[in-house]
């Protein structure tokens, strides 16, 4: 059962590799200020204190330049992943102190700018850390989504494991309110209901954000 699983998610994101190379930089700009545009607007972004946001890679996925830039606007505390263990998965949030820090960034994995662990010689504040507010909304990349609400990530559970210890589900975590996940796709990658293949310990999102408007639950 696993394998088959495994093998059917492979798969679609080799055809997703394939659909999203074929886009031009143009095309993903275009649909992504309209994602932009549209996230800004929602309530819940608007009314939200504490946002995690993905910084996006250099290509093949929706550009999130302007929506961060627009967070640091609005006066919102800012977190972004690292990845912390890649073989094993895990990663944090760290907090982002404003548009000076996030320029200083190193490049990591996918050269994506990721923060180190330490900003002016202490300690970054973690999304998981004792003192830490709770995140409101995290703003979540993938391969691809349906309209179930389905979510196909990249493969390595980077994100279903930080849910499982952000919501107090991992063994040894600390219970915290959940956050709202909402998703940002390239109209490519939303599929019809049921076309992404899932398992037990797959993270549905509540809101997928997609250049053409907004699927939800209703």
């Known amino acids: 059962m696993a394998a088959a699983l495994a093998k059917q998610k492979s798969a679609l994101r080799k055809a997703m590799r394939t659909t999203l190379a074929n886009l031009t930089s143009d095309e993903i700009q275009a649909q992504s200020r ?101 995140l409101d909304l995290i703003v979540m990349p993938g391969m691809a989504f349906d309209r179930s609400l389905s979510r196909l990530g990249y493969g390595r559970g980077f994100y279903d494991r930080f849910l499982a210890s952000q919501c107090g589900y991992a063994p040894g975590a600390t219970p915290r309110p959940r956050p709202r996940l909402v998703a940002l796709a390239l109209r490519e990658q939303i599929l019809e209901a049921g076309m992404v293949p899932v398992g037990e310990t797959d993270w549905k999102v509540d809101v997928i954000i997609g250049p053409d408007g907004i699927v939800e639950r209703v």
């Open 34 to 134: 309209q994602i932009t545009h549209t996230l800004l607007a929602l309530p819940e972004f608007q009314q939200s204190s504490a946002v995690s946001c993905f910084l996006s890679m250099p290509a093949g996925e929706v550009d999130t330049a302007a929506l961060v830039a627009a967070i640091f606007d609005a006066g919102k505390r800012l977190y972004v992943p690292k990845m912390l263990d890649k073989d094993r998965g895990i990663m944090d949030f760290f907090h982002i102190s404003g548009a000076d820090d996030l320029r200083t960034l190193p490049r990591g994995q996918w050269g994506i700018r990721e923060p180190d662990l330490l900003l002016n010689g202490l300690p970054r504040q973690s999304a998981l850390g004792a003192d830490a507010e709770p």
